[in-house]
């Protein structure tokens, strides 16, 4: 194993780690990696459950939780999903809602509830959106799918109604809101912002929904409860760097899978452009209706735009020596391929095309870009070679032809995968592939490569039958990159990887998945594994299920997005659980985990480790 690679069972005696220890250290030594803020199953009711009776004075008690867990940037509050049941009967009650947990050794508290919430009705069974989010002061926002007829809702001391379709839109003459996007973003000042479609016909000028130059039936809005404003609308004008208009180009439609709403209230998004200035038909060979925008410096502004030229390593206009070579943008990638942070620096990567509209022969098909030094440059290109910092022996070692993952943080860091990498002792699907980070004075370093020894275990429940054995195994991450990894303000990571190696298996009684989190030294923990015996509580382990990780919410934290990392280093996820090796998930759980400082490390390691290896004899 690496040396900067540490395998860690315990949580750090933070301040807040021992609040909530406080109440149950003499049951419940440290001796797990984490605990448990609420648990499902009919038992429990107590600090694990919601704590809620039905009219009949029946408890209820948790069935499920689903969706991203987030926790709040400041202070180590918690809002998840969750499902509720009543003990002692056969009928749903309630059955949907969002929770908060406030830190040290509180119980979970219901944000919703049954009864109308801002006139728009009762909320329904499965009426609450997987989706929850959490600002930065202890407010908290969610969305209700079916009763409020894509009503988005927040938290803030009183639950209240924030945007509801027919509402009446600010900024708009009087048009009404027909639908509310699927994603919610909520920055640390408490303010939400979403995406949404207005009513044809609507508003002042009339609301145009068809395709073409006039079209603006959509937009985003951004705001608190009874005080939501417009941020920027289909059909407003666009403005090159320095605030010069572009003639006849305007915003087009929106890419809806992601966009950054950050603490200081910009929005970075990436869509369609529609005007006469503007080829709409010449797709992404000759068309220039494509790009990444943003309101960082109070007008809407196009940061890369398809057929602009992209800048070198230096910030210069790229220039081209071949007539193969990449010369500008074709298309710039969306989801979790783009971000920003509170102070208006971006992360993204594009697809590259030559002037005569084709992929680029030689140079790279693909580049990754960001001005988190003050100067929007690449960082990184297909088939350019890695900077020294994290070159292999020959020197030969080149970015591969996917660059994603793409986050930045508030301290202008910026962490990126990579896949299909080449050069010497290179293998495809082995260790072709990773995850990197740049700051932001330029220093590039590596979180993990594929083929890199992983602080996993290799066979948490030792099986031999599943070929599961310790003796000889040699757990590595895998050349796969992680779906999706979240940062917070000092750099510390959280992410769920894939493994192999030696005692490493795949399929349903594999242990080839883990949930792991990075310090700001790049030591990395293992918090979960596919199959691992997790300790849940005392005289409770239980096993982690085939499909158990729960996922990670793509962030850097300071673009209002939903985390599982807040900056102080807390975690927050949810594990499914079953009773054998491989078998269907039986319960599952909200936890909570500090990433343990170097010290704490050290002290309190080998005890986590041999409490540990007790637990599983």
């Given at each position: ?8 069972s ?11 220890l ?8 440290l ?5 448990p ?7 429990q ?22 969706g991203?867990?987030s ?9 998840f999903?969750?499902n509720?049941n009543?003990?002692?009967t ?21 944000i919703?509830?049954n ?10 069974t ?10 930065g ?20 001391g ?5 945007i509801k ?8 003459g009087?048009a ?11 920055n640390?000042s ?9 009513t ?9 929904s ?27 004008q ?6 010069v ?8 439609g929106f890419d ?6 950050t603490?200081?209230?910009k ?11 503007v080829?709409t ?12 925008f943003?309101t ?10 398809r ?19 990449g010369?500008?943008?074709?298309s ?10 509170g ?6 990567s594009?697809?590259?095309?030559t002037?005569?509209g ?22 990184a ?5 890695v ?13 591969g ?5 793409v986050?930045i ?15 010497t002792g290179?293998?495809?699907n ?6 990197y980070?740049?700051?932001?004075s330029?220093?590039?370093?590596k979180?993990?490569?594929?083929g890199?020894a ?21 757990p ?10 979240a ?17 490493i ?7 080839q998945?883990?949930?792991f ?40 934290n ?17 594990l499914?659980?079953?009773?054998t090796?491989?078998?269907q ?5 909200v ?27």
């Open positions: 194993m690496q040396p900067n690679m540490r395998v860690v315990v949580i750090a005696l933070t301040p807040l780690a021992l609040m909530a406080a109440g149950r250290a003499a049951a419940d030594p001796t797990g990696p984490s605990w803020i609420a648990l499902d199953g009919s038992t009711t107590g600090q694990y459950g919601p704590n809620l009776l039905d009219t009949s004075n029946n408890p209820q008690y948790f069935t499920g939780f689903s991203g867990v926790v709040i940037r400041a202070g180590g509050y918690v809002v999903a969750g509720t009543v003990l002692n056969s009928v749903n009650s309630n059955s949907s809602g969002v929770w908060s947990w406030v830190g040290a050794n509180s119980n979970v508290a219901k919703t509830d009864p109308a919430l801002g006139g728009v009705g009762t909320y329904t499965s009426g609450i959106a997987s989706a929850t989010i959490a600002g002061t202890g407010q908290f926002g969610f969305r209700d799918n079916t009763a409020a007829n894509a009503g988005l809702y927040t938290n803030s009183t639950p209240g109604r924030l379709a027919l509402d009446t839109a600010a900024g708009t009087g009404t809101f027909s639908s509310v996007g699927n994603i919610m973003t909520m640390s408490g303010s939400i912002a979403t995406l949404a479609t207005l044809t016909g609507s508003g002042s000028p009339a609301v145009v068809t395709l073409g130059p006039t079209a603006n039936n959509n937009g985003f809005w951004a705001g608190t409860p009874g005080s939501l404003g417009l941020l920027v609308r289909q059909g407003d666009l403005n090159a760097p320095g605030n208009v572009l003639p006849d180009v305007l915003v087009g809806s899978s992601a966009y950054a709403y603490d200081s209230g929005l970075l998004w990436t869509g369609a452009l529609q005007g006469t200035g080829n038909t010449g797709g992404t060979t000759t068309g220039t209706n494509q790009g990444l943003s960082r410096n109070g007008y809407a502004e196009v940061i890369a735009r057929g602009d030229s992209f800048p070198d390593a230096s910030g210069a206009a790229f220039t081209s020596g071949t007539s193969t070579d010369v500008a943008y074709r710039v990638n969306t989801g979790t391929s783009m971000d920003m942070n102070s208006g620096r971006v992360a993204y594009a697809s590259l095309r002037s005569a084709t992929t680029p022969a030689t140079g790279g098909t693909i580049a990754l870009f960001s001005d988190n030094d003050g100067t929007l440059r690449t960082l290109r297909h088939t350019s070679p900077p020294a910092s994290i070159q292999n022996t020959a020197g030969d070692l080149a970015w032809s996917g660059l994603g993952n986050i943080n508030s301290a202008n860091t910026v962490v990126f995968s990579t896949t299909g990498m080449t050069g290179i293998t495809s082995v260790n072709n592939a990773g995850v980070r740049v700051s932001g330029g220093v590039y370093s979180v993990y490569q594929g890199d992983a602080p996993a275990w290799p066979a948490a429940v030792s099986d031999p039958s599943l070929n599961q054995v310790i003796a000889g195994a040699a590595v991450f895998s050349a796969g990159t992680p779906t999706s990894i940062m917070n303000s000092a750099g510390q990571l959280v992410f769920v990887a894939g493994l192999t190696g030696a005692g298996n795949s399929g349903l009684t594999g242990n998945t883990g949930l989190a990075m310090d700001t030294d790049g030591s990395i923990f293992l918090i979960a594994q596919k199959g691992m015996l997790f300790h849940v509580g005392p005289g409770d382990d239980r096993i982690v299920s085939s499909s158990g990780i729960g996922s990670i919410n793509q962030t850097g300071s673009d209002g997005r939903a985390s599982n990392i807040d900056d102080l280093g807390n975690i927050v996820f949810t499914s659980f079953s009773d090796v491989g078998g998930a039986t319960s599952s759980g936890f909570y985990f500090h990433i343990p400082s170097p010290g704490a490390t050290a002290l309190l390691g080998m005890g986590g480790l041999l409490a540990a290896r007790r637990r599983r004899r």
